[in-house]
């Protein structure tokens, strides 16, 4: 049977409610702590009574809110009431003239909602404070400057098959016999001390680390010891100079570690390999000793880790020298952990204990260093793992990344074992991008969306500027979207100044530090973005409301107390004519006037819309008042 479909008022889309300081009188209350909760509608609406709905031990409650004040373009509902369970999750009912409505974070309704689609506040969170002003840069260590070349990859060291290491002039294209992860440009951490000053001139204060422990690869992920900084890199204690270099900037750094498995050359699996009996034989899963094991993706260089082992545990995290507890410690004193393919951690047919395992892993990473930032990598729907217990946030691909590439350049979707991509002849409707984006932060409280480490691309997926054929108006209107998006934002490094994929290295090509190959423009662009994220305390905690839905045209504002951002994203080569664009339902008043950030122009609502030029191919960013 076809699912009928109804059209909500028009006034409907004036209501809003998030969990800001506009909205939210406390982020982050304490237990049993009262909290003013705040409700946004437009002059005019036919709201007989708006009630608040919560779930108390399971029983529903409904309690009346006020009608508490009316600005020049808003009436404003309210209720001040105890937090009285550590996930308080709640919603509104309107009682209005055209019927009952359900308002919750995904929307209004005329159908009653589930309820992991409500607000949520988390009593007593601590959130990792210094979070709130960083932009972090992440490096692919190898591909960043050699430093020192006495430590590069040598084909004496070690043999894989026929193949040996070897590492390659800075830039030059691999010969196309070489194995991919044999190819090596002697990037260091010596290096990465080495450009701090760019860095900072920059204006990111948080570098992200692509593992840097010792493995026999380029990117690391094959570790072969968690507990010394592989000496190519320039050793345990070159990572030591790193943290006093980046303490003298202000700046800090997190690591990226890979407990779902470890590499073959790993003493933990060459010892099972040799003795089924022997202690670590239970970290694996053996299906015929010694060649037949569980291994990632059914790569046999990387046997999955076991977590069913008491001893795993305690040696990956639970006891006081493992490994997740040794690396925040001083002398390295990193800031956090990047986990590698989290969404796959603990879960192995039919063991499927990786909400566990999290819990645990966060456990220990905060009794260590109770700021540490804990994220995951999850390409899919992570909301399960983002409810304050697991992951302080999660490499934000489902919920920012793609579904803003498939509004770009259109939908892509690959998979392990698939021949070939699912691909749209057309880029995604607007309307689909906005649900995707307002379906993702509903599904986690607002303390945590404003944790998510927002990338737009990676060392595991095509460079922005080649997804986008080089186009530039493209590439910027993804960055304004990524630096005014909630959560924390991360450049790839080189995005800045225009690199794009490498024949045979694809995005992990060598950084080019010859400044006459570098566009100018660009940095200068990226350097204001970061700048004002860094400044405002609208990005960092504002609200967010999509106000437009156009064929080609997305609109949304952050919201603070005295000011906010209107972000305008239009992907269409054909221009958008000068005209209006209607904003009487985003509480702007009549008179605001509003100035773009990178143009210096100006422009001003009037009768609830905002009067613009002709709007080209790209993102324009406008401000008022204080941001």
Same mark, same amino acid.
């Given at each position: 049977m076809p699912v009928l479909d109804y059209k909500i008022p028009d006034w409907l889309n004036s209501v809003h409610h998030d969990g800001s300081q506009q909205y939210v009188s406390t982020a982050v209350p304490h237990l049993h702590e009262p909290v003013t909760l705040r409700l946004r509608v437009g002059h005019g609406a036919p709201l007989r009574q708006v009630y608040l709905r919560t779930f108390p031990d399971g029983e529903q409650a409904l309690a009346r809110m006020t009608r508490s004040q009316a600005t020049r373009a808003s009436d404003w509902w309210e209720i001040t009431l105890p937090v009285n369970q550590p996930y308080f999750h709640y919603r509104f009912?309107?009682?209005?003239?055209?019927?009952?409505?359900?308002? /919750?974070?995904?929307?209004?309704?005329? &159908?009653?909602?589930?309820? &992991? /689609?409500?607000?949520?506040?988390?009593?007593?969170?601590?959130?990792?404070?210094?979070?709130?002003?960083?932009?972090?840069?992440?490096?692919?260590?190898?591909?960043? =400057?050699?430093?020192?070349?006495?430590?590069?990859?040598?084909?004496?060291? =070690?043999?894989?098959?026929?193949?040996?290491?070897?590492?390659?002039?800075?830039?030059?294209?691999?010969?196309?016999?070489?194995?991919?992860?044999?190819?090596?440009?002697?990037?260091?951490l010596p290096g990465i001390t080495a450009k701090l000053g760019y860095l900072h001139d920059l204006g990111v204060n948080a570098l992200y680390l692509n593992p840097v422990f010792t493995a026999h690869s380029n990117h690391k992920y094959d570790v072969a010891d968690y507990d010394h900084v592989d000496p190519h890199f320039g050793?345990?204690?070159?990572?030591?100079?790193?943290?006093?270099?980046?303490?003298?900037? &202000? +700046?800090? =750094?997190?690591?990226?570690? #890979?407990?779902? $498995?470890?590499?073959?050359? $790993?003493?933990?699996?060459?010892?099972?390999?040799?003795?089924?009996?022997?202690?670590?034989?239970?970290f694996f899963t053996f299906t015929h000793h010694p060649d037949g094991y569980a291994s990632w993706l059914g790569v046999w260089l990387l046997p999955k880790l076991n977590y069913r082992s008491k001893e795993l545990r305690r040696r990956m995290y639970g006891g006081e020298t493992a490994v997740f507890r040794r690396w925040l410690q001083p002398p390295f004193s990193a800031d956090g952990w990047r986990v590698?393919?989290?969404?796959?951690? %603990?879960?192995?047919?039919?063991?499927?204990i990786g909400w566990e395992i999290t819990q645990d892993i966060r456990r220990a990473v905060k009794e260590t260093r109770p700021d540490a930032y804990l994220i995951g990598e999850n390409f899919f729907d992570a909301s399960a !793992?983002?409810? %304050?217990?697991?992951?302080?946030?999660?490499?934000?691909?489902?919920?920012?990344? !793609?579904?803003?590439?498939?509004?770009?350049?259109? =939908?892509q979707q690959g998979a392990h074992g698939l021949d070939g991509q699912i691909k749209a002849p057309l880029p995604w409707p607007t309307a689909a991008l906005a649900a995707t984006w307002q379906q993702a932060l509903a599904s986690i409280p607002w303390q945590i969306a404003l944790q998510q480490f927002n990338v737009i691309n990676s060392h595991d997926t095509p460079r922005l500027r080649t997804e986008l054929q080089g186009n530039d108006a493209l590439h910027r209107l993804a960055a304004i979207v990524q630096f005014t998006y909630p959560g924390i934002p991360c450049l790839y490094y080189g995005d800045e100044i225009g690199l +794009?994929? #490498?024949?045979?290295?694809?995005?992990?090509?060598?950084?080019?530090?010859?400044?006459?190959?570098w566009d100018g423009d660009l940095l200068d662009f990226y350097r204001e973005l970061i700048r004002l994220r860094r400044e405002s305390v609208v990005l960092q905690k504002g609200g967010f409301q999509i106000l437009a839905v156009e064929a080609d045209l997305l609109a949304y504002q952050r919201e603070g107390a005295n000011g906010?951002?209107?972000?305008?994203?239009?992907? !269409?080569?054909?221009?958008?004519?000068?005209?209006?664009?209607?904003? #009487? $339902?985003? %509480?702007?008043?009549?008179?605001?006037?509003?100035?773009?950030?990178?143009?210096?122009?100006?422009?001003? #609502?009037?009768?609830?819309?905002?009067?613009?030029? /002709?709007?080209?191919?790209?993102?324009?960013?406008?401000q008022s008042g204080q941001i």
């Amino acid at each position: 049977m076809p699912v009928l479909d109804y059209k909500i008022p028009d006034w409907l889309n004036s209501v809003h409610h998030d969990g800001s300081q506009q909205y939210v009188s406390t982020a982050v209350p304490h237990l049993h702590e009262p909290v003013t909760l705040r409700l946004r509608v437009g002059h005019g609406a036919p709201l007989r009574q708006v009630y608040l709905r919560t779930f108390p031990d399971g029983e529903q409650a409904l309690a009346r809110m006020t009608r508490s004040q009316a600005t020049r373009a808003s009436d404003w509902w309210e209720i001040t009431l105890p937090v009285n369970q550590p996930y308080f999750h709640y919603r509104f009912v309107l009682e209005a003239e055209d019927g009952v409505w359900f308002y /919750t974070a995904v929307g209004p309704t005329a &159908h009653i909602p589930l309820d &992991h /689609t409500d607000f949520c506040l988390l009593a007593d969170y601590a959130a990792p404070g210094w979070l709130d002003t960083a932009v972090f840069y992440q490096i692919f260590p190898d591909r960043f =400057y050699n430093a020192d070349p006495t430590t590069d990859p040598k084909p004496e060291e =070690y043999e894989f098959g026929s193949y040996r290491p070897r590492t390659y002039p800075w830039g030059a294209p691999p010969p196309p016999d070489q194995l991919f992860p044999f190819v090596f440009y002697g990037g260091d951490l010596p290096g990465i001390t080495a450009k701090l000053g760019y860095l900072h001139d920059l204006g990111v204060n948080a570098l992200y680390l692509n593992p840097v422990f010792t493995a026999h690869s380029n990117h690391k992920y094959d570790v072969a010891d968690y507990d010394h900084v592989d000496p190519h890199f320039g050793g345990d204690e070159a990572l030591v100079a790193l943290r006093q270099a980046l303490d003298a900037y &202000h +700046m800090r =750094y997190i690591l990226d570690v #890979v407990p779902n $498995h470890c590499g073959y050359w $790993h003493p933990w699996f060459q010892a099972a390999r040799a003795d089924i009996n022997a202690p670590e034989a239970e970290f694996f899963t053996f299906t015929h000793h010694p060649d037949g094991y569980a291994s990632w993706l059914g790569v046999w260089l990387l046997p999955k880790l076991n977590y069913r082992s008491k001893e795993l545990r305690r040696r990956m995290y639970g006891g006081e020298t493992a490994v997740f507890r040794r690396w925040l410690q001083p002398p390295f004193s990193a800031d956090g952990w990047r986990v590698d393919v989290a969404n796959m951690l %603990g879960r192995q047919g039919e063991t499927q204990i990786g909400w566990e395992i999290t819990q645990d892993i966060r456990r220990a990473v905060k009794e260590t260093r109770p700021d540490a930032y804990l994220i995951g990598e999850n390409f899919f729907d992570a909301s399960a !793992s983002l409810q %304050g217990d697991q992951w302080d946030g999660v490499m934000n691909y489902a919920g920012l990344a !793609s579904p803003l590439l498939a509004w770009l350049r259109g =939908y892509q979707q690959g998979a392990h074992g698939l021949d070939g991509q699912i691909k749209a002849p057309l880029p995604w409707p607007t309307a689909a991008l906005a649900a995707t984006w307002q379906q993702a932060l509903a599904s986690i409280p607002w303390q945590i969306a404003l944790q998510q480490f927002n990338v737009i691309n990676s060392h595991d997926t095509p460079r922005l500027r080649t997804e986008l054929q080089g186009n530039d108006a493209l590439h910027r209107l993804a960055a304004i979207v990524q630096f005014t998006y909630p959560g924390i934002p991360c450049l790839y490094y080189g995005d800045e100044i225009g690199l +794009m994929d #490498v024949p045979g290295l694809a995005s992990r090509g060598c950084m080019v530090w010859d400044e006459a190959s570098w566009d100018g423009d660009l940095l200068d662009f990226y350097r204001e973005l970061i700048r004002l994220r860094r400044e405002s305390v609208v990005l960092q905690k504002g609200g967010f409301q999509i106000l437009a839905v156009e064929a080609d045209l997305l609109a949304y504002q952050r919201e603070g107390a005295n000011g906010r951002f209107l972000i305008i994203a239009q992907r !269409s080569q054909t221009p958008r004519p000068a005209g209006p664009m209607p904003l #009487v $339902h985003s %509480g702007i008043a009549n008179g605001t006037q509003l100035r773009e950030v990178f143009t210096g122009k100006t422009a001003e #609502v009037v009768d609830g819309r905002l009067i613009l030029d /002709t709007l080209p191919q790209g993102a324009t960013l406008w401000q008022s008042g204080q941001i």
